[in-house]
């Protein structure tokens, strides 16, 4: 009888004991979800988060709730992970992958944003000390337009669209300016290729007109004052011719044609010494300009420097020779022979 008794405390206690661990387990269930809510529900609209620190902050909150509910004690039969977990695991976790994608997003909105701004720099550093010829215009239309596209590509739902499409104002601004100036540009070339028909075509004063447009549109078109050069010493204008010379060096200094026409205008104003000194350039700048050569080596012909001469003359010849202008190749070597049975 006694042992039954006792029997019965110890089943007694074991239950109550059961009851009380079953207890226990469900508050402390009931805990962790509360909690896991509460740390969940703090972060507010995540479509409201923008900034990279608050992003990486409600990721971990989200995290260490995922972490929080899966580790939650649990009981076999009596105490199993009540449906409130199991529905908050998918539910935050469809919160951590949104908040993922937004952090991917924000990151491809940043190397967009970079990656413009970069283009933008380039552009703007293109066109510093102006004038410029058309290409360059054209150069930096096209980084305008590259630092556009990577901002337009931005998505509505990335962080950085609101960013983006700040910058994309100013930069759209900037590239209208820069359009202007390239539209003007290709104008003064058109105008500029006109002219050229009117020099080969004898029409000097029409040309000189037309580049005088040209030149107005685009003071940067280093062709432009080439051509109005060879107009003005056409019609024997040479200090004019000189002039545009001059405005051709400023704008392309290692220019070898610049120097050479130059040095050609100082020849036929009687200053050898001016005219030597631009075919030096013309060749510094251009080693196998044969026209500065066969020149040069007729000055130092005519200041009876007879081996400078024969020097440069044969390296026309060989020059043209090269190109094919035989015609000018024999007057070189005429001039040659001439010189060597002056000796």
Do not use: C
Not at 35 to 50: C, F, M, P, Y
Not at 180 to 200: D, G, S, T
Not at 309 to 329: V, Y
């Amino acid at each position: 009888m006694n042992e039954r008794k006792t029997l019965i405390v110890a089943l007694t206690i074991i239950i109550l004991s059961s009851l009380g661990l079953v207890w226990h387990t469900k508050s402390v269930q009931s805990k962790v979800i509360s909690e896991a809510e509460t740390q969940v529900e703090n972060l507010g609209d995540l479509n409201q988060i923008s900034q990279q620190e608050q992003l990486e902050k409600a990721k971990q909150e989200i995290e260490s709730a995922l972490l929080t509910l899966d580790n939650i004690p649990t009981l076999p039969v009596v105490a199993p992970a009540p449906q409130a977990v199991i529905e908050n695991l998918d539910q935050y976790s469809a919160k951590l992958d949104e908040i993922e994608q937004r952090l991917q997003k924000k990151a491809l909105g940043e190397q967009s944003i970079e990656a413009a701004k970069k283009l933008a720099w380039e552009a703007a550093k293109l066109v510093q000390n102006s004038p410029h010829p058309v290409e360059v215009w054209q150069q930096a239309q096209q980084k305008w337009q590259q630092a556009m596209t990577q901002l337009i590509n931005i998505p509505e739902d990335s962080p950085e669209f609101a960013a983006a499409q700040a910058k994309l104002l100013d930069y759209q601004k900037n590239y209208e300016v820069v359009n202007q100036y390239y539209e003007k540009a290709k104008q003064a070339v058109k105008l500029n290729n006109r002219a050229m028909k009117l020099i080969e075509s004898g029409d000097y004063q029409e040309a000189i007109s037309t580049l005088n447009q040209a030149v107005n549109l685009n003071p940067g078109q280093l062709e432009a004052y080439l051509n109005r050069g060879v107009a003005y010493s056409e019609l024997n204008s040479h200090a004019s011719a000189i002039a545009n010379y001059d405005k051709a060096i400023q704008l392309a200094p290692n220019n070898a044609e610049a120097y050479y026409y130059r040095g050609d205008e100082y020849l036929q104003a009687g200053n050898a010494p001016k005219a030597l000194a631009d075919y030096n350039k013309a060749i510094q700048f251009n080693p196998n300009y044969s026209q500065a050569y066969l020149d040069r080596g007729f000055i130092y012909y005519q200041q009876g420097e007879s081996l400078k001469a024969i020097e440069d003359l044969q390296k026309a010849a060989d020059l043209l020779g090269n190109q094919g202008d035989i015609q000018t190749q024999n007057t070189a070597l005429e001039v040659i022979q001439d010189i060597r049975n002056s000796l």
